[in-house]
C-alpha cells in the first residue's frame, strides 16, 4: 500500500472522480480525502449512460453497496434496432444496462459521504500547484477541457483531435425499448440518431449530423445569436422534433444546456506528471458511438485505486496505473475512431439494402464481428447472409425490401445455416472465383539472376493448395534496374519466361486455383537490402542505378536517384507491356500491377515524391499520366478476358500525401483505363510515415474507394483471421480480402478456416489426397462424455432477444415497431416548451 499517501485532492465530482474518492477512501480510512466541485451538488447534468456486463463485474467486486445501488435503477435490455429505409432491422443478444447519469452521481454521493469524504460543493478548486504542494496525490477529473492538463500541457503533450460531424445532445420522454440508431436521408444530407432507454420514462436522443449537412440544414446559428452559457439552442431542438418526429411518436424532445458541438478526441503522451494525476475524459475521450465516457472513468478511478493499493509509493503508483489503463484505453480508442469515421461517412453506406446496412453499422468498429454476431444473433447473421446471397446471384430476395415494413427482424431464412461470406464465389473480369480470399504477393527473396527458385514454386504450390480464391506469386520485376532487391525474381527475359511457365505448369497439375502473378519497377526504392525480420530492407552501398519522379531519395542518407526522362519512362511502359505478354504466355490468369508502395509509378502519384514541373508532374491529371500509360500499354499485351489488378497506395500517413478525395480519383481513372479490381493499400510511401497499424486498419480506404467508384476492391491489411475477412465482406467494405502474413503461418489457412466454421461446400475445395483431414480434429478431452450432476435441470439461457419494456419485465417484443413515413419533409408537431434547462453543458457520456 502506497503509505506515504494520506491527503489525496480530487478536481471534480463527477462520477469519476466521486467513485475514486469513494474507493480510494474504503481501502485505507484513514486518508482525508478532498474534492472540489464548482458545481452546486444538486445541479443536473446529462441525460443517460451506458454499462457494459464487464463494468459492472468490477464494481460489484469494488464496492457491492455501490452495484447494489445502481442495479436497483438499472434500465436492462438486449436488442439493438437499426431503423434505416423505412424498417426496423434488429439483433439481440448483445445486453445493455443504463441508467440516468444524475442518479449515478447521486448514489456515488451518498457513498462518499458515508465513507467520510469531505466534498466541497459550489467551490472551485485552488491552483493545481498549490494543491500538488499541500497533497499527497492530486487526481485530475476536471473534464474534457481540463485546466490541470493545460496548466502542466508540457508534460501531458495533449493531442486534441476535433471531429468533424455536429451533435446535440438531448433527452426524450419516449422511452425506447432498445439501442436504437435511426439514419434518415433528407434533401440537406444524412441525420443519425444515437438513442438509449435509461429509465423508466426517458432514453438518451443524440442526434448527429456532417458539417456540409448541417449548415445546408439550416442549424448553423447567426453570429452574436449564440444560447449563453446553460442555455440551449431551443430552435435546433424543435427542428430536430419535426424532422424526427415519425421516431418520436408524438414524444418530446428534452435539452439540457443542449447546442451543436464537435466531439473532440483527447490523447495525452502522459497521464502524470510528479504527484498529479489525469482521470477520465480529462487524461481521453473516447467517441459515444461505443459506448460511455463515464464507465471509461469509472474504470480508471478503479484501476487507480487498486495501484493506490498495491504500490508502496505515488510515483509507483501513477506508473502502474497507467500501465494498466493506457493499453486499455488505447484499444477503445481505436474502436471508438473506428466508429466515429463510419459515421462521419455513413452517407457512404445509405445506398446498401436495410440488412447488409444494419450489419455494417453493427460491425462498424470492429470489435463486434460476423462470428460475434453469430454467437449473439445467428437468426440476424443469417438475414443478412441471405441478402448477400441474393445480391450476388442476382435472385430476387425473400421479401421485397422496397416495402415500408417496419417489424423487426428475427427469424433465419428457412432456418437454415447460410454459407459464410469468404466462400461466396465471385466473378473478376471473365474468371469466376470459387471464393472471395485472395493470396497477395509474398516475396521470398530467394531468386537468382531474376529466375524464381525452388522456394517461389513451393511457396505458390503449397498456396495453391490452400484453398484460397485466387494467389499471387511475389512481386516480380519488369526490368533488372526495376528490382527491389537482387533477390526478387523478374520477367524481362526469355529464360525468366520459361522458368515461370514451369512453375504455373507444376502448379496447375496440382489443382486448378486462379494463378496471379503482380509486375513492378521498384523506382526508388530499387537496389535495397534484402529486408529483415522487420520488412525494412536499406538501400546498397554498392546498388545500381534508380530513377524516380524527382531525385529524392528513400532514406536521407541514401543515394538519391535519378530523375526519369521521358524516354526511359517510355521504356519502362515498354518494360512492363513485354512482361504482361510474358507473364500471359508463362499462363498466368490474371496480372497484378504494383501502383503503390513507393514504387515508381507510385512515386509518380503521390505529391510527396513528385516534384516534377513536365507533363508528369503538378496535379493530379498530370501526376497519373505514368500509370495510365503503363496500364494501357498492359491492357494491349494482357488478353482481354483476363482481369487486371492494380495496387495503390490510397494514403502516404503523411502529411501532405494523397488526400482521400486523390485516392478515389486514382481509383477511378485507372478503373476507367482497364482496372478489373483494386488492391487498395496504403503507405510505405515516404519513410517518415505515421501509421495507425491495427485489425483491419486499410480496410476503410477500400470502403472508400469501392463505394465511390463502384469498382471491385480488394481489402488488406492485419487481416488474419476468418471472422474479420467475413465481417469486412458481408458489410460491403470490399469484395475480396487479401490475407498475408497468416499464410505465411498457415498456407492452408483458408481450408482451415472452411473447417472451423464447419463449411465443406464447393468454396473450399480440398485436395483429393488431403480430403480425409478436412474435419477439424478433436482436442484433448473431445471422447469425455460428462455425467449427469444435476438433480434439476439448469436455468434455460437467457433469450437473444430483451426489450426494455418497464413494468412489464416478461412481456414478449411488440408483434410490430410502429410504423411511419419515409421523412423527406419536416412535420410540425404540437408545441411543447422545452423543461430542465440546466446550467451547463452536459458531457458527452
Not at 498456396?463 to 526490368?479: D, I, K, N, P, R
Not at 522487420?534 to 536517384?561: N, Q
Request: neutral net charge; proline residues 7%.
Amino acid at each position: 500500500m502506497s503509505a506515504g499517501v494520506r491527503r489525496i485532492a480530487v478536481i471534480g465530482a463527477g462520477p469519476g472522480g466521486l467513485y475514486f474518492a469513494a474507493l480510494a477512501k474504503r481501502s485505507a480510512p484513514h486518508r482525508e480525502i478532498t474534492v472540489w466541485e464548482r458545481d452546486a451538488r444538486d445541479d443536473a447534468f446529462g441525460f443517460g449512460v451506458v454499462f457494459s456486463d464487464e463494468t459492472l463485474d468490477g464494481i460489484a467486486q469494488a464496492d457491492p453497496q455501490v452495484f447494489a445501488a445502481l442495479s436497483a435503477e438499472f434500465a436492462r435490455w438486449s436488442d439493438i434496432d437499426v431503423r434505416y429505409a423505412g424498417r426496423v432491422r434488429t439483433c439481440g443478444g448483445h445486453g445493455f444496462a443504463a441508467l440516468d447519469r444524475n442518479r449515478l452521481r447521486a448514489i456515488l454521493q451518498r457513498r462518499c459521504a458515508e465513507l467520510g469524504v469531505d466534498v466541497r460543493y459550489r467551490t472551485p478548486a485552488p491552483a493545481v500547484e498549490r494543491l500538488a504542494a499541500e497533497y499527497d496525490l492530486v487526481v485530475a477529473a476536471d473534464g474534457v477541457r481540463s485546466a490541470t492538463r493545460a496548466a502542466f500541457a508540457e508534460t501531458f503533450r495533449p493531442e486534441l483531435d476535433e471531429r468533424h460531424c455536429r451533435y446535440i445532445w438531448l433527452a426524450t420522454d419516449k422511452v425506447f425499448e432498445a439501442f436504437t440508431f435511426i439514419v434518415e436521408q433528407y434533401d440537406f444530407g444524412t441525420l443519425q440518431v444515437h438513442a438509449y432507454p435509461y429509465s423508466d420514462r426517458r432514453s438518451t436522443f443524440i442526434v448527429e449530423i456532417a458539417e456540409e449537412a448541417w449548415r445546408k440544414a439550416g442549424f448553423e446559428v447567426p453570429a452574436g445569436r449564440e444560447p449563453g452559457r446553460g442555455e440551449s439552442d431551443l430552435a435546433s431542438v424543435r427542428r430536430c422534433e419535426r424532422l424526427l418526429a415519425g421516431h418520436l411518436d408524438g414524444h418530446r424532445l428534452i435539452p439540457s444546456a443542449s447546442r451543436w458541438i464537435r466531439f473532440t478526441t483527447v490523447r495525452n503522451a502522459t497521464w502524470h506528471h510528479r504527484n498529479v494525476v489525469l482521470l477520465g475524459d480529462a487524461a481521453h475521450t473516447a467517441h459515444f458511438s461505443i459506448g460511455s465516457g463515464t464507465k471509461l472513468a469509472l474504470e480508471d478511478a478503479l484501476a487507480l485505486a487498486a495501484a493506490l493499493h498495491e504500490q508502496p509509493d505515488p510515483a509507483r503508483t501513477l506508473a502502474a496505473y497507467e500501465a494498466e489503463r493506457r493499453p486499455v484505453v488505447a484499444s477503445a480508442q481505436r474502436a471508438a475512431q473506428a466508429s466515429l469515421e463510419w459515421f462521419e461517412t455513413v452517407e457512404r453506406h445509405t445506398g446498401q439494402g436495410p440488412e447488409q446496412f444494419a450489419f455494417n453499422l453493427l460491425t462498424r468498429s470492429r470489435r463486434v464481428t460476423y462470428g460475434n454476431l453469430r454467437a449473439r444473433d445467428a437468426a440476424f447473421v443469417d438475414s443478412v447472409d441471405a441478402a448477400f446471397d441474393h445480391a450476388a446471384t442476382g435472385d430476387a430476395p425473400a421479401d421485397d425490401t422496397t416495402a415500408d415494413d417496419t417489424t423487426p427482424d428475427r427469424t433465419a431464412p428457412d432456418g437454415a445455416r447460410s454459407v459464410p461470406p469468404m466462400f461466396r464465389p465471385l466473378r473478376l473480369g471473365r474468371l469466376r472465383l470459387r471464393n472471395r480470399i485472395v493470396v497477395p504477393p509474398l516475396a521470398t527473396f530467394t531468386a537468382v539472376d531474376g529466375l524464381p527458385s525452388g522456394f517461389d514454386r513451393a511457396q505458390l504450390a503449397a498456396q495453391a493448395l490452400g484453398g484460397a480464391g485466387l494467389v499471387f506469386t511475389g512481386m516480380t520485376a519488369v526490368s533488372a534496374r526495376g528490382r527491389a532487391t537482387e533477390r526478387c525474381p523478374g520477367l524481362w527475359s526469355h529464360a525468366q519466361e520459361e522458368a515461370w511457365r514451369s512453375v504455373v505448369r507444376a502448379v496447375r497439375e496440382l489443382g486448378d486455383t486462379p494463378l496471379g502473378i503482380q509486375l513492378t519497377h521498384a523506382g526508388r526504392r530499387a537496389a535495397s537490402t534484402v529486408p529483415g525480420a522487420d520488412g525494412i530492407g536499406h538501400p546498397l552501398t554498392d546498388g545500381w542505378p534508380t530513377l524516380a519522379a524527382s531525385p529524392l531519395p528513400w532514406e536521407a542518407a541514401g543515394p538519391p536517384p535519378r530523375e526519369a526522362s521521358a524516354a526511359e519512362l517510355a521504356g519502362v511502359v515498354a518494360d512492363f507491356a513485354a512482361a504482361a505478354a510474358r507473364a500471359d504466355r508463362a499462363g498466368f490468369d490474371v496480372l497484378g500491377l504494383q501502383f503503390g508502395h513507393g514504387h515508381l509509378v507510385s512515386g509518380f502519384l503521390s505529391p510527396l515524391t513528385n516534384r516534377r514541373t513536365d507533363e508528369y508532374g503538378g496535379p493530379l491529371e498530370h501526376r497519373l499520366r505514368l500509370a495510365l500509360e503503363v496500364l494501357a500499354a498492359v491492357r494491349a499485351a494482357w488478353p482481354a478476358g483476363k482481369p487486371v489488378v492494380v495496387r495503390i497506395s490510397a494514403a502516404d500517413w503523411a502529411p501532405g500525401g494523397t488526400t482521400e478525395a486523390e485516392a478515389v480519383a486514382i481509383g477511378r481513372a485507372l478503373a476507367d483505363a482497364g482496372a478489373d479490381a483494386l488492391d487498395v493499400s496504403t503507405g510505405e510511401v515516404v519513410a517518415h510515415q505515421q501509421v495507425p497499424y491495427g485489425r483491419g486498419y486499410q480496410v476503410p480506404f477500400a470502403d472508400l474507394i469501392r463505394h465511390a467508384t463502384e469498382v471491385p476492391t480488394i481489402a488488406v491489411g492485419a487481416i488474419s483471421g476468418h471472422d474479420d475477412a467475413n465481417s469486412v465482406l458481408l458489410a460491403g467494405r470490399a469484395d475480396l480480402v487479401a490475407v498475408g502474413r497468416a499464410q505465411l503461418y498457415d498456407p492452408l489457412w483458408t481450408l482451415h478456416a472452411a473447417a472451423e466454421q464447419g463449411y465443406t461446400g464447393p468454396g473450399a475445395r480440398w485436395p483429393q489426397p488431403w480430403q480425409a483431414g478436412s474435419r477439424r480434429p478433436p482436442g484433448p478431452g473431445a471422447d469425455r462424455v460428462a455425467p449427469r450432476l444435476r438433480l434439476l435441470p439448469e436455468t434455460a439461457a437467457a433469450p437473444v432477444h430483451r426489450r426494455w419494456l418497464p413494468g412489464r419485465p416478461d412481456a414478449p417484443p411488440p408483434e410490430r415497431a410502429p410504423d411511419r413515413p419515409e421523412h423527406r419533409t419536416e412535420r410540425e408537431p404540437a408545441e411543447r416548451e422545452p423543461t430542465e434547462r440546466q446550467p451547463t453543458e452536459p458531457a458527452p457520456n
